[in-house]
């Protein structure tokens, strides 16, 4: 079977090489800032200007991150962290999404549970804390309750805004052919929520890292978030950046994997 070859003019190709240039730009912008803000926070630690053990340093967070690992205690809190960021952060989403169809669906049942749902999302998840300790526990169950809780109705309000903006007369055209509303649902609804769903999703990331975190704060006896607890309490303060910068690393590949989703549907698309 024969590759086709796809001819480009030389403008494009011109276009694409200062593209590719601008991107590898930015990428070196972004390492050299990153880099110097270590390199100068390193440096007022070590000259004096800021005291280590209040400020920590690159080199002390990664001495102790070090000592973690040899421990054999880094892995198992980063993946007690990691499952319930991630089990929280799917059932939000599939919840949500789920729960916006079914509000789609009935106009009636919309007008009834919007105020709520309104209520609810402005409502500090960290209330919740006292209640989900009685009904859940002080294991893992309650952490990832705190983890949906905080994501569901972001989720929810997001699609559901995402589905009622559909355009309307692409609808009327629909419904004039004699299209069902599962045919439009699945034919022109969903098709034409998928950036708003990748938004949510973008979103959604953050929400997650703040509900496993919230929850590890209150119940937890493992995972990143129990580390900035106990760091704090006992003034180690390089436990507690240490596990403030591998939560950033965390966050940051969680946001690129749906970055890079969302590339992969653009092109689908295109293609």
């Known amino acids: 079977m024969k590759k086709r070859t796809i001819e480009c003019s030389e403008d494009h190709l011109r276009y694409l090489k200062k593209r590719r240039k601008h991107a590898a730009l930015v990428w070196s912008l972004r390492?050299?800032?990153?880099l110097l803000?270590?390199?100068?926070?390193?440096l007022v630690t070590r000259i004096g200007w800021a005291?280590?053990?209040l400020m920590s340093s690159p080199s002390r967070i990664a001495k102790t991150i070090a000592g973690l690992y040899r421990d054999g205690t880094l892995f198992y809190h980063i993946g007690t962290t990691l499952w319930e960021t991630l089990a929280g952060f799917a059932i939000a989403v599939a919840v949500g999404c789920?729960?916006?169809?079914?509000?789609?669906c009935s106009d009636t049942l919309r007008a009834v549970l919007e105020p709520y749902l309104v209520v609810l999302n402005a409502l500090p998840k960290i209330a919740l804390g006292p209640l989900i300790i009685?009904?859940?526990?002080?294991?893992?169950?309650?952490?990832?309750c705190m983890t949906v809780a905080v994501g569901l109705i972001v989720a929810i309000m997001h699609m559901?805004?995402?589905?009622?903006a559909t355009d309307k007369n692409k609808v009327l055209l629909l419904r004039s052919m004699g299209a069902s509303k599962a045919q439009i649902l699945f034919k022109l609804v969903i098709p034409s929520a998928l950036p708003s769903f990748i938004s949510m999703l973008k979103v959604?990331?953050?929400m997650a890292w703040i509900g496993s975190i919230m929850g590890e704060y209150i119940v937890s006896r493992a995972g990143l978030g129990y580390l900035i607890v106990?760091?704090?309490?006992?003034?180690?303060?390089?436990l507690v950046m240490s596990a403030t910068a591998i939560l950033c690393v965390l966050a940051a590949g969680m946001y690129f994997l749906v970055a890079l989703l969302e590339k992969l549907i653009v092109k689908n698309e295109e293609s």
């Not at 803000?37 to 390193?42: D, K, N, S």
């Not at 789920?98 to 789609?104: D, P, R, V």
């Open 31 to 34: 390492l050299g800032g990153l």
């Open 51 to 53: 005291d280590p053990f």
């Open 230 to 238: 106990y760091g704090g309490q006992v003034f180690k303060l390089d």
């Open 134 to 144: 009685v009904w859940f526990g002080t294991g893992s169950k309650a952490i990832l």
């Open 204 to 206: 959604n990331v953050g």
């Open 98 to 104: 789920g729960a916006a169809l079914l509000l789609w």
């Open 37 to 42: 803000f270590l390199g100068i926070w390193e």
């Open 160 to 164: 559901l805004t995402a589905f009622i």
